[in-house]
């Protein structure tokens, strides 16, 4: 068999999970049995996302055989896993397609067993010789002393289809899920507006509602399907069931309150059960007109119906290279756990070894168990204006509709990175440690798309909607890219470097949205295995799109879902700082995971 057909085997897969409360290492094996008759040179193995072997090729086992009789024990791997930890993992075996009909090969078996041996880990980079974070990080994935033996490995492996999450969950729907008082609320337009000044429609007083639905349990979202609209409190829910995207309401097209998001795929959904009127009427301000109107507030009660993961392949984790604007880049992929390091007086997750050897690394908390709004610095707007493309940028430039060049132009910083930069300042500059961080640049991609009838990333208020070459990646071709296409302007550096724009005043950004798609975030699906879900909302630096219909620039950002998506650049959104460290910064000690990260020296 061909390789690449053996690849696409059903593969069989097996979890190992790690019971006790030390750190384990562990190596699997794939034993040869007796009375197999078929030889191992002419078996082909595939263990996770790894490279393809000739069994024959492997190490030999040092220890004994586990079963009577075995002819030989294979090394398929080595790995790690912490107290309570567990891993999947996927193997597929098949003949050699050099396997040509004869004596050798013709009706023989191959009969194996997979054969888990684990110890109390000893490895431990600095005990092993090795002090720099950059070569602790890449030995470590193989638990390996030699840093160009961990790079040949993590080269070998197959190629990441960033196409599906990583890692792959299936997800089944909550049954039985508890009723909720005020699941949510729906603030719509007066009906005694319809027909006004303020160009009220009937349906714009009423709530949008599905009879049906459906649930999709490969990406873990519903669709809700025969929508009408309705008077919320003239509706007999006894009669039949009304559901509704989870999410909320939002500003329509018009800058007018809306009474419904546009999208019927969603995260999860309510079923109403009953609906009531707020005990007062409030105004609201149309935007464009900076006019007022009343608007009535409806309070909504219902079971909210979400989804649980069923089960997932863990395999596709780990370090994978690819290219950036620097040389090969070594990146976390999937769940995985042994990406922490303690610098600063915080957490930080590594992201990625930049091409120039640096270490990304992303903002994790204050405590090793940080999770949600603790992970990120403060909520704050990515720009406090949004009614024009320039504000899709870190820094931006003329707002007056002139050329594209000068609208990009990195003149004024976004508040995003004036919250950022003081933030750096204060913890990291003023304490004496900013020697320690590389100036390897954020690239703030804002290369327009290629699509037809595109607007021009200029002209506000617009006829066309702007979108920009990384929404298409996100949305349309899911092809991430770590290679800053116009690097001299985008990618932000606080130096005159080979490659950057000298505009930022300290080194230091956020992550992409490519960033997170090599991680494992994927358009369509939700992933909350992924090392950075958060289970909260925080920033990007990737444009979305510029809104011609409400003259709005967005900016991509990770949902709490475990997706990735675009909102208004005034939203108040989490600020998780990134920064490279330097490829020489030495470690104390740590293993990387987040009960024992790698401690960075520091004078």
């Given amino acids: 068999m061909l390789d690449e057909e053996g690849k696409k085997l059903t593969p069989f897969t097996f979890t190992v999970k790690n019971t006790c409360s030390s750190y384990i290492s562990y190596t699997i094996n794939l034993e040869t049995l007796k009375g197999s008759t078929l030889a191992n040179k002419y078996i082909k193995v595939l263990l996770n996302n790894e490279a393809i ?37 996927t193997l597929r075996l098949w003949m050699d397609e050099s396997a040509t009909p004869s004596e050798e090969t013709m009706n023989k078996v191959f009969n194996s067993k997979i054969v888990i041996r684990a110890s109390v880990s000893t490895f431990e980079p600095v005990s092993a010789g090795i002090t720099t974070l950059h ?45 909720i008082t005020n699941v949510t609320s729906a603030t719509l337009p007066a009906k005694s507006l319809i027909g006004t000044e303020f160009d009220v429609t009937e349906n714009e007083t009423k709530v949008r509602l599905g009879k049906s639905y ?47 998001w546009s999208n019927s795929n969603c995260t999860y959904i309510y079923k109403i059960s009953s609906t009531s009127i707020d005990s007062k009427t409030t105004t609201a301000t149309n935007t464009v007109t900076s006019t007022q109107y009343a608007v009535t507030k409806y309070l909504f009660t219902g079971y909210k119906l979400d989804q649980v993961e069923l089960e997932s392949d863990k395999s596709d984790r780990g370090l994978y290279a690819a290219e950036d604007d620097y040389g090969t880049t070594y990146y976390y992929r999937g769940s995985v756990k042994n990406n922490y390091v303690y610098f600063a007086g915080f957490y930080w997750q590594i992201i990625r070894i930049n091409g120039d050897g640096s270490i990304r690394m992303m903002y994790a908390g204050k405590s090793s168990s940080a999770s949600g709004s603790a992970t990120y610095i403060k909520g704050a ?57 590389a100036d390897s640049g954020f690239c703030n991609d804002r290369t327009l798309s290629t699509r037809n009838n595109n607007g021009d990333g200029v002209i506000a208020p617009a006829t066309k909607t702007t979108y920009y070459a990384t929404y298409d990646r996100y949305y349309t071709t899911k092809t991430p890219t770590y290679k800053c296409a116009n690097a001299e302007n985008d990618l932000f550096t606080t130096s005159a470097a080979s490659v950057g724009n000298n505009s930022a005043t300290y080194p230091v950004g956020l992550i992409t949205v490519d960033e997170l798609m090599y991680a494992g975030i994927t358009n369509g699906y939700m992933n909350r295995l992924t090392y950075v879900y ?66 960075v020296e520091t004078i």
């Fill in 53 to 89: 072997a000739n069994l024959d090729t492997l190490p030999s086992s040092t220890t004994e055989y586990y079963y009577d009789g075995s002819i030989a024990s294979k090394v398929l791997g080595t790995y790690a896993l912490g107290p309570d930890e567990e891993e999947d993992f």
């Fill in 135 to 179: 070569d602790a990080i890449l030995t470590n994935e193989y638990q390996v002393n030699d840093v160009e033996l961990a790079k040949e490995k993590i080269a070998a492996k197959q190629e990441v289809d960033t196409t599906k999450t990583a890692p792959i969950i299936e997800w089944q729907e909550n049954i039985s899920p508890a009723p």
């Fill in 214 to 260: 459906t649930f999709n349990s490969e990406t873990g979202y519903y669709n809700i399907t025969d929508y009408d609209y309705y008077d919320p409190t003239t509706v007999n829910y006894g009669e039949a069931d009304y559901y509704f995207c989870g999410g909320g309401y939002s500003i329509n097209a018009q800058d007018k309150i809306s009474t419904y």
């Fill in 381 to 437: 707007p990515f720009n406090k204006l949004r009614d024009n493309p320039a504000y899709v940028g870190y820094m931006y430039g003329n707002t007056l509709n002139t050329s594209l060049e000068q609208t990009q132009a990195n003149e004024v910083s976004s508040n995003a990175k004036t919250e950022l930069e003081a933030w750096y300042k204060t913890n990291i500059a003023d304490k004496g440690l900013g020697d320690y961080v």
């Fill in 534 to 599: 958060q289970n909260t909302y925080y920033w990007t630096m990737s444009p979305y799109f510029f809104n011609a219909a409400n003259a709005s620039a967005s900016e991509f950002h990770l949902y709490p879902a475990g997706c990735a998506g675009g909102t208004w650049v005034t939203s108040s959104v989490g600020l998780r700082p990134v920064i490279n460290l330097k490829s020489d910064v030495t470690i104390s000690g740590g293993v990387g995971t987040s009960e024992n990260p790698y401690i």
